[in-house]
DNA sequence: CTGAAAGCGCTTACAG
DNA sequence: CTGAAAGCGCTTACAG
């Protein structure tokens, strides 16, 4: 698989290759039309590629970044992922997707080859586990943005949704229908992953603000694999919930599991709203009332921050967390 | 950002540059432990991270590879990445991924720079519409793996689901049960996209090995938008199908709506199978019953045979086509 | 208007 | 056991 060269345009054409490399790069000021002329000639001929890895050697700039998901599985980050790419597609850059597993160790793994490989930046779903790793790379104003999580030590360019907010809207439009004894359920917090803290915290506000009494038994924030359990706990109560808040699809789909299993029917004896607006939302019997992140925007931001730090505007602005509002979508399992 | 580069570690540590680069690469055959020792420290300090694109431009290798799926959004590319990304990741390969929308334009685009980024390969869904430029990559040896389509004018390694026996898989199911009057729906093959074509030959094959009557009207392959208008044709008919196979996920979805809005119920008035194992099958009412390819396993293969190709192996099979079986999982919309 | 030369940060045969 | 030199395929100031 011999590659041809630019010197090989350049004999072809029967000129320099310092010519060839200005013709590449469209500086065609000076060139007579003969001379361009006869490169594009070349060019054709021998169906050259310019080799980019050359030139970012040269030029210091892969026109590459990386993306880090935590798991490339979830709808969440293939959303992110296909908006980041959009953006990145009108301008000629490439994304390199990695799946860190929701692994610190894989993370720290991909930075360093990303970095290695000089792409020009990257978007992180951090573990939050790796700080020093951040900051180093923060220090050496290599650009990054951090999506859907907060890692508090540091302060990255952040984008996230207003998961207060999120639960606040679920809660209000629970009390409008006329339900007062809300619970919430969400996979486990031990991580401290920003937006499960979050959307327990904003519960709790919210119940505050309207006066409900918070019952501890109606908070539950497990690993996947208990939730059925938890669920029935919480459902055998003497006074059960009459709606729960599921705080993102991995509990949406427990709780679903487990109101099938009791034959429960929805909203009849269990009202559920759901963060995250699931796939299946609308087929659903009945259909499904969700929050929907607005993923697309999300990601379209986060790319556009990114690519403006490589460009050197590194603004680091005092307000580096962006907030993006949830959207309620009203269906019937409210 | 000034990186450190070789050169530096070599000061720093007092030896030469071409010392350090033989630690890097392992080679410490001869190397003095002192030598050793010093270099190590002096990365440490440094905190050096070797420019792997000027490693690549030398060795002719950026241990990277591109996938370009059809599309991101469908669960389908996604499972596919993922299986790719772990073997990838096994062997310390990166993948860059693109998205080409169905789009033969992008395709191509994407083809075209991810060659001049030097990627040791690439796995693409083929749009089918870039025929010279496959060829061309074919005949200057350059590493291809197609997924999920056939390119039937080229003989390139091709991963795929045995489409032909889903079709049968499903019909067998359906006449298991009783059903006799059987249909199919899927999106669109006006695009000659293999599985949508084989779906429906195997269908039909299935259809005359069991002497049940071939209905033109119980055949419909259109785009996602007029499912619903064919679906109320064909259940309108005098002798409306008892059970409709879903071609893919797509058709599927526009089913389950249609049976909705219609307030149908399945499986007493109408019985289904949908092609793709949906995520949401589980927890649907009824569960549906779903033929489900080895998404997992497939990618895996593609990645394994495109390695190999890059290893050298450029072993041109014969037998270049890839059939995976796919697996009935019973639930109860049948 | 075009070309010679230096250099990007590595690797690798080869000399000593 | 280690270093000097050439070279990977480009770009870019500079000379002419």
Redesign the interface.
Known sequence: ?KKVTMLDVANHAGVSKSTVSQYLNKRYDYMAVETKSKIEEAIDEL?Y??????R??KVKS?K?IGVIVAN??HEFS??I??AI?DVC?ELGF??????ADENPV?EEKYI??L????VDGIIIFPTGENIDLYK?LQS???PIVFMDRLVPEINIASILLDNENASAVAVEEFITNGYSRIGIVTTSAFKNVTPRLERISGYKKAMQKYDLSMVSDYIRSVESDSIQLELKKMLSLPEPPQAILAGNDLAL?EI??FV?KAKLSIPGDISVIGIDD???A????PPLTTIKQPTFEMGKMAAELLLNKIDGADNVLPKNIYRFRPKLIRRSSC
Not at 94 to 99: K, Y
């Open positions: 698989m169906q590629q310019p080799n980019i890895i050359a970012s050697l892969t590459t490339i599985l293939t959303q992922i296909r790419e597609h490439h994304i390199i997707v990695c799946n894989k360093n080859m970095y290695a490989k000089q180093q050496s104003k290599f789909i679903l599991k099938k699931v796939s299946f609308d087929l659903y019997n």
